[in-house]
């Protein structure tokens, strides 16, 4: 099955700072999602991005459909931002497959 | 709300014991899925439900777990005879479609002592 492999697995960054985190994934898919899971465990919708560039607010991501891989990039970090960010696809109309995901923990 | 409701939030009961665990999707949301998380790690398909086809059960574990919709509505994950491994979040997710992208419950975190 596909294979999604997210870096770096831990950022630890100060408040203020940019950041870029990095999904590859080892097939075509029709449906890419990033996802923050905060500290109370809630999996947050970020982007739903199988091609193309969005931005929402200091978040922004791009999919490289063509070369397998997405970004996404938190500018201006703050502490709310810190929990476990996911990346996960699929395949046509199918079960999404989870990367193991980047904890970032932002400090004040 | 407007989103997906999963309850209860918390559930600890004692190994052997048999749970069930459910999820209201979105409405009009025509897929729905479950899937496991267990502690620092990511997320598991465990099935998927879409309109009135044939779940796809390909994820589930072992025999002790099943699940069954009503239509487009409810779903109810069982766990029979829950053994200590079977501790993890479990999450429901549902989409308009197959093809498009899943909205997530708060979870069910479940604890077998």
Redesign the interface.
């Known amino acids: 099955g596909i294979q999604v492999e997210q870096s770096p697995p831990d950022l630890i960054l100060q408040e203020g700072a940019n950041s870029t985190l990095r999904c590859n994934f080892s097939d075509s898919v029709?449906?890419l999602?990033w996802?923050h899971q905060n500290p109370w465990?809630?999996?947050i919708?970020l982007f739903?991005i199988p091609s193309g560039t969005k931005q929402n607010g200091r978040l922004s991501a791009t999919t490289v459909a063509t070369e397998r891989y997405s970004l996404l990039y938190i500018s201006s970090s703050q502490t709310t931002d810190s929990g476990v960010y996911?990346c996960?696809v699929?395949q046509?109309?199918?079960?999404?497959?989870?990367?193991?995901?980047t904890r970032l923990t932002i400090n004040p | 709300g407007a989103g997906v409701s999963q309850s209860p939030s918390n559930k600890v009961t004692e190994k052997g014991k048999d749970v069930e665990l459910r999820c209201d999707p979105i409405s009009g949301h025509t897929a729905l899925y479950w899937y496991r998380q267990r502690l620092g790690q990511g997320l598991e398909f465990l099935i998927y439900f879409q309109g009135n086809s044939a779940p796809d059960k390909s994820g589930l574990p072992s025999d002790r777990f099943s699940a069954e919709r009503t239509g487009e509505s409810v779903s109810t994950l069982t766990i029979q005879r829950t053994q200590q491994e079977d501790s993890a979040v479990y999450l429901c997710a549902s989409s308009l479609q197959g093809t498009q992208p899943q909205h997530f419950g708060d979870g069910t975190r479940l604890s077998i002592l």
């Open positions: 029709n449906n999602q996802f465990g809630q999996l919708n739903y996911f996960a699929s046509g109309a199918q079960k999404l497959v989870f990367g193991q995901g």
